[in-house]
Structures are given as structure tokens and as C-alpha cells.
């Protein structure tokens, strides 16, 4: 355990989370660390129930590097097991609680977890996937006496800090390993944003690299994280007031169903210094809509769970900006390059690949996946592949046109959902949407639109006409349908695989697809 100050230890080129947080609990000890309803636990209890947990996961025989999984609703409880399986050298994996019971004995047993802790709800769902399971409910039986130090270990810039598992919108979560060392050049990143004095919100789920971006600075430069738990509008306004928080990171369809409360105008959010926003498609009105009702500065972040190339768009200082993601931040490349692997200059769309100091050592055990997902430049240097089409602007910012893996092919025309997308939010009865490639015997597939309204006489048929007139000839969609609600994963990205499930069984059930619109002729394809 380090004796070091934590300013002293934060200057370091390396340094690790936990000896912050013993640093904090000397120094500022009695300061509210976390925070979850009326419960609240100090640097100084958390540095504690830190030690006690590291202990008891000993006694159970967990060793350095031994992988821990976590299924929970963000928590007092849910928070404690991560930080204290970092000081007992071990890597926290936090498990989605909304994944099927199949999909957790799967991750489960990808990552080798000997032990898995759940919250009531997520247990049953456990029975038989873990080697060993323990029940958040019945956590404190389980640590045994309290003021128990475990023994200490060393752990260097090259070991695990976490494995995340991606979203799953392709099918096949991953587990995204991240090291110590990108973890500390992280923190450090976040140093400019103020966290020492920040009461941050954790307002979404800590199994998701987002939280993980906000919630670890906070910690790390001694601020108090108040956890929100599951997101509902009313709560989040409620908790702001009340705690004054200055930090918030949400995502796009927070900041939707906020700025869309009635309630919205009737607290006082004038504490608020600092607001972030990541993980999906952040509709430029909608930047507007927080710039202009919502006190404190807006960023916004364009990056991976993987790492790679980032951006940040400093939306407060760049109005008219908003319907791209910002610049490279320092010590980021973003490449732009075609099908081929080449590079193409500003103004062509092509596919994103970056790098930057904040890289994952790779997915877990799947080094074939790792390779796939990288991209070597001529100069040698090691790229990860975004999985994003975008471009850059004249002045080197840049926008995304989708994810490569949803581009259209149309008549042999390349149709970028993303721009149509754009063009549906500008009908003032629609609040979100999004549209994908269905079959079309005309075309090979032809775009097709599924619509939120927030007036039910809106007619699909009216949509398509409206949209259809602002759209070039290869855009236009085949169709359209009013949906109660878009499918996101946890962390608000539209999963447009379950769209797709939506629409072929539509059309399976009899219902007959709108026919294509008129295209121009097809071009040949080489």
C-alpha cells in the first residue's frame, strides 16, 4: 500500500486506483466516496470494506489475475465488489443483467470466473453457470470480520485492470481486456474536467465502459460518485437537485427522455458544470435542445470500448458543429481508409480506424478476433478497426455516416442509413427512429424506416412521402412503420439486428412490404 499523497501518486508516468482511494481515505477521509439513496459510504469505510473484501475473496482462494464476475444493478454493494476485487489484484468483470441466463453461463464460463456475485434479482439466473456463487444480499456474511486486511500483491502496467463484454449487437459478445496502464493514462486524461470537486451521477449501469470513463476519475481524484441505479427520469432530476451534482455522463436517449419531461424546467440544475454524453448517435437538435436549457458546458465523446482513435466535440464552443463528433483528442490518430485498406483524403467516407494511448490489450482468449479487428498502416503502427463509416470535414471534424456493418446496397448505390435518419428527425410528429436494408427483389435490399411519434394519427404512408421528397433517388425508402419504442441495448444503441427480426416477420406473417421506390439505373459493380 502506498504512502504517497494522492496529488504525488497522480503525477506518476503509473499508478493504480486502489492506492488512490487508500490515499484518499488518509487524507480525506470522512468525504463521501459513494453515495446510493440515503446510504453513504466514506473514503475512509470504503478503503475498509475494500480491504475486507480482498481478504475474503482470498480466504476463498482467488488469486492475482483470477477473473470476478458481476451481475447487478448498479449498487453500493455492486461497486464495493469491483473496487475490491482491484485490491485484492484480481479483475473485475461485470456481467449485463438484462443477457438471458444462457448468455451469462456463457461469459461466464469465456472469462473462467471461479467466483460470480449477483444481486437478488440476477441469482436465480446463476444457479449451476458458476463455480461458486455469491448473493449481494447475503455479501456481508460472506466477508466475514470486519477491519480484515488482506494480504497485499503487486500488480504492474501490463496486468488486467477489467474485461468488459461488448453489447452483443453482432451476437457474439466479447470480453475487451483493459489494462492497468490504459486505465491510469485514462484517469489522468480527466484531470482538466475538474473531478476533485465533482458529484458525479452514475446514472448508467457499471458493467458498461461508459460509467466506467466518468466513474473512475470521480473516484480517482477523490470526488463522491452518487449512484443512481436504474434510470428513470423523475429520479434523475430529483437526485440532481438534491445532491447538487456538477458531473453527469448519459447517453443520447437519456438525454432524450430528459430534455422531454414536462418536469424538466421545475428543478434547479444550475450546479451542473460539466455534462458528457457517449455510446451512440446524439442527434444534433437534440445538442442544441441541452445547450440551450441545461446549465454547464456539453461534451461529447466518439470512441470504442476496444479504444482505438477518439474525438471529443466541445459542443458549448462549437454550435455549428453539432452534427459532427469533434476532433481527435491529444495523443489520437484517426484514419479514414476504403475497402482495399488505403486511405482516403477529408471528404470521403470510408471506414474508421484509430489509435491512441488508451488501446485494449485484446478480446479474451480469442486472439484470432483481435487480429481481425486491427488494422496495420504502412508505417507499422497498429490501428483498431471502429466498425464506423464516417468522414472528415473540411476543418478536420469528424462525422459518422453508421455502422459499416449497416451500410445499404442499393441498385449497387452505397446508402448510409444514418443520413436518412437525420432527415426523419426533422419531421416535427417524429421523436426518434431508425431505418435499415430489407430484401428487395428490384434492388437487392432497399431501405425501410421504423418511426417513434409522439402523435398516434401520424399514417406510415404519410412519413414515406414526406421523407421521400427530401431524399435523393437512391435514398428513398421503401417503407415505413410506427414502432412504440426503438430496441436498444443497456446503454442506448438502436440494435437494428432485432428490427430486422421485426421486419422479416412482418413480412412472413402476409403482410406485403411497400414496393421500392424509383432508383436510377443499377451500376456495375467491379
Known sequence: MTTETAAALLDRDFGLLSDL???????????????HGDDVLSYRALNAEMDRFAAALQRAGAAP????????ETTLSCALV??????????????PPSATPTQLAAMIADCGAPLAFADHVSA????GAAARLVRLDRLDAWLGPEQTRPESVVRGPDDPFNIIYSSGTTGVPKGIVHNNAMRWRQIRAFAPFGFGDAVTLVAT???????LVSFLPTLAFGGTAVLLGKFDVLKFLETSQRHRINHAMLVPVQYQRIMASPLFDDFDLSSYAVKFCTSAHFPKELKADVL?????????????????????????EAPDKLHTVGQPGPDTEIRIIDDAGNEVPHGVIGEIVGRSTVMMSGYYGRPEATTAATWISADGHRYIRHGDLGMFDEDGFLVLMGRKKDLIISG????????????????????????IGVPSEQWGETPFAYFVSNDDALRSEDVVEWVNRRL???????????IVRLPRSPIGKVLKRELQDLHRATRDAGRSPAPAPEQPEPRICN
Open 21 to 35: 482511494i487508500a490515499c484518499h481515505a488518509q487524507g480525506r477521509g470522512e468525504k463521501a466516496a459513494l453515495i
Open 65 to 72: 489475475g483470477d477473473n470476478i464476475a458481476l451481475v447487478s
Open 82 to 95: 469491483f473496487l475490491g476485487a482491484l485490491r485484492a489484484g484480481c479483475t473485475p468483470t461485470p456481467l
Open 124 to 127: 436465480p439466473a446463476l444457479e
Open 205 to 211: 449501469p457499471l458493467y458498461s465502459n461508459t460509467t
Open 292 to 316: 440551450k436549457r441545461w446549465p454547464g458546458l456539453l461534451f461529447e465523446f466518439y470512441g470504442m470500448t476496444e479504444g482505438g482513435g477518439s474525438c471529443t466535440l466541445f459542443a458549448n
Open 412 to 435: 449497387g448505390f452505397n446508402i448510409y442509413p444514418a443520413d436518412i435518419e437525420a432527415a426523419l428527425l426533422e419531421h416535427p410528429k417524429i421523436d426518434d427512429c431508425a431505418v
Open 472 to 482: 435523393g433517388k437512391t435514398q428513398r425508402i421503401s417503407g415505413a412503420e410506427a
